[in-house]
């Protein structure tokens, strides 16, 4: 009689027990969107028959390790951008220690430059050596500690469901979790982030408008920024003369800020003993005396670049420089604009427009194409950048072009 009735009262709980499914941890944010990610292993992508398939939101690999930009990062980001897809950019980590992790961060806020995704900036770290576990965390938290204050812009961690669970540690919590675990309905718990950001369930996906396979993704809301956060005060109100502090927005350049306050560059480099005016980041705290120059601030106007615009034909336009439109916008690489962009522009600025232009090859350029655009000819290229065999260009090659 005890036997059975054990027997009975197991049976009863195993079959409550093989009853209750096997939950994953939820989607967190209030709003999805159907996603993919994408590097240059897609080739060309036809992003007009992406939109139309449904695509949402894409990530796009700009970089990897130190020096390795993404090939088909710009024609990516202005391809998803001109069809209104929202983008984000996520850059493939190599660091071994806390001294790479930072250039690795600064070379990917370089290379991203004056963009302007919606979503959230992702770490991609999955490939670890020997590194330990404290290590790796240290890693991590040292890279998107810098490109979020070096780009002013919010931050987040792409990693698959076993390396969240027994890799990444809380103190990372602080940063939504981009989560790839394929052929699921629902990610893995990890025991530490309670919601994820990002689902990456397959990576044999397939999307009309890209040739074979490719990341399908579900996205969220949490990976979008949020812009209420990175709001910095601006400079005191100041008198000419008077010393004053600034604290550093996103965008600003020290050009912008000297103009602003009727000041030059080389005057705050020297208060502030700033090695390179070229790099300064959001929060930095800046020491400025107003009223340093005598002649007056010549206005700002706004233009919405045009496909196939580029920066030296704007230039030409408004009578200013190359730089000086660089320098206003915040713009990192003089190459990468996008149509639609709107640039600040005060004409006649810098003086006599540029008499060179910088010019970074791409794939698919010949020196023949090159010249039509600039309207110049091969000879005067080849000519300026020593170019013995005018066939023979490379992609990333940097070239001197004459007005």
Same mark, same amino acid.
């Given at each position: =009689?005890?036997?059975?009735?054990?027997?009975?009262?197991?049976?009863?709980?195993?079959?409550?027990?093989?009853?209750?499914?096997?939950?994953?941890?939820?989607?967190?944010? %209030?709003?999805?969107?159907?996603?993919?990610?994408?590097?240059?292993?897609?080739?060309?992508?036809?992003?007009?028959?992406?939109?139309?398939?449904?695509?949402?939101?894409?990530?796009?690999?700009?970089?990897?390790?130190?020096?390795?930009?993404?090939?088909?990062?710009?024609?990516?980001?202005?391809?998803?951008?001109?069809?209104?897809?929202?983008?984000?950019?996520?850059?493939?980590?190599?660091?071994? !220690?806390?001294?790479?992790?930072?250039?690795?961060?600064?070379?990917?806020?370089?290379?991203?430059?004056?963009?302007?995704?919606?979503?959230?900036?992702? =770490?991609?770290?999955?490939?670890?050596?020997?590194?330990?576990?404290?290590?790796?965390?240290?890693?991590?938290?040292?890279?998107?500690?810098?490109?979020?204050?070096?780009?002013?812009?919010?931050?987040?961690?792409?990693?698959?469901?076993?390396?969240?669970?027994?890799?990444?540690?809380?103190?990372?919590?602080?940063?939504?979790?981009?989560?790839?675990?394929?052929?699921?309905? $629902?990610?893995?718990?990890?025991?530490?982030? !309670?919601?994820?950001?990002?689902?990456?369930?397959?990576?044999?996906?397939?999307?009309?408008?890209?040739?074979?396979?490719?990341?399908?993704?579900?996205?969220?809301?949490?990976?979008?920024?949020?812009?209420?956060?990175?709001?910095?005060?601006?400079?005191?109100?100041?008198?000419?003369?008077?010393?004053?502090?600034?604290?550093?927005?996103?965008?600003?350049?020290?050009?912008?800020?000297?103009?602003?306050?009727?000041?030059?560059?080389?005057?705050?480099?020297?208060?502030?003993?700033?090695? !390179?005016?070229?790099?300064?980041?959001?929060?930095?705290?800046?020491?400025?005396?107003?009223?340093?120059?005598?002649?007056?601030?010549?206005?700002?106007?706004?233009? %919405?670049?045009?496909?196939?615009? %580029?920066?030296?034909?704007?230039?030409?336009?408004?009578?200013?420089?190359?730089?000086?439109?660089?320098?206003?916008?915040?713009?990192?690489?003089?190459?990468?604009?996008?149509?639609?962009?709107?640039?600040?522009?005060?004409?006649?600025?810098?003086?006599?427009?540029?008499?060179?232009?910088?010019?970074?090859?791409?794939?698919?350029?010949?020196?023949?194409?090159?010249?039509?655009?600039? $309207?110049?000819?091969?000879?005067?290229?080849?000519?300026? $950048?020593?170019?013995?065999?005018? !066939?023979?260009?490379?992609?990333?090659?940097?070239?001197?072009?004459?007005?």
């Amino acid at each position: =009689m005890f036997h059975k009735f054990t027997a009975a009262i197991s049976a009863v709980l195993l079959s409550v027990v093989m009853c209750v499914p096997v939950l994953g941890f939820s989607a967190g944010g %209030t709003v999805r969107y159907e996603g993919i990610d994408v590097s240059e292993w897609q080739g060309e992508i036809d992003w007009q028959r992406v939109k139309d398939a449904g695509i949402e939101m894409a990530y796009i690999r700009s970089s990897a390790g130190s020096a390795y930009r993404d090939p088909r990062f710009a024609e990516n980001y202005a391809g998803a951008k001109e069809n209104g897809i929202k983008v984000g950019f996520y850059h493939y980590v190599t660091a071994r !220690n806390t001294d790479q992790a930072r250039q690795q961060a600064e070379f990917f806020v370089n290379i991203i430059g004056s963009t302007t995704p919606e979503c959230r900036l992702a =770490m991609d770290f999955e490939s670890f050596g020997s590194l330990t576990v404290a290590q790796i965390n240290e890693i991590s938290e040292v890279f998107l500690q810098t490109v979020q204050e070096r780009s002013g812009r919010q931050v987040c961690i792409y990693s698959d469901a076993s390396n969240a669970r027994s890799v990444f540690d809380e103190r990372l919590t602080k940063y939504p979790l981009w989560v790839a675990d394929y052929y699921v309905e $629902n990610p893995e718990p990890n025991g530490k982030w !309670n919601v994820w950001a990002g689902f990456q369930f397959t990576d044999v996906g397939r999307v009309d408008g890209i040739n074979g396979n490719v990341d399908r993704d579900i996205f969220t809301d949490l990976l979008l920024e949020d812009e209420t956060v990175p709001n910095v005060p601006d400079g005191t109100p100041h008198e000419n003369g008077a010393e004053i502090s600034y604290t550093v927005r996103r965008g600003d350049t020290l050009w912008a800020i000297a103009r602003r306050y009727g000041t030059t560059v080389s005057e705050i480099v020297g208060i502030n003993k700033i090695v !390179n005016p070229n790099l300064i980041y959001v929060g930095e705290v800046l020491k400025i005396i107003p009223g340093q120059t005598e002649e007056g601030v010549a206005p700002v106007q706004t233009v %919405t670049v045009k496909r196939g615009d %580029t920066l030296w034909a704007i230039a030409r336009q408004f009578n200013t420089t190359v730089s000086a439109i660089a320098d206003l916008n915040g713009i990192q690489n003089p190459n990468l604009i996008y149509p639609g962009q709107v640039l600040k522009i005060t004409p006649g600025a810098g003086g006599a427009a540029d008499t060179t232009v910088r010019y970074t090859v791409r794939r698919g350029d010949t020196l023949w194409a090159i010249s039509r655009r600039f $309207n110049t000819t091969v000879s005067a290229i080849a000519n300026l $950048n020593g170019i013995r065999n005018p !066939n023979l260009i490379y992609p990333g090659q940097v070239l001197t072009i004459p007005a």
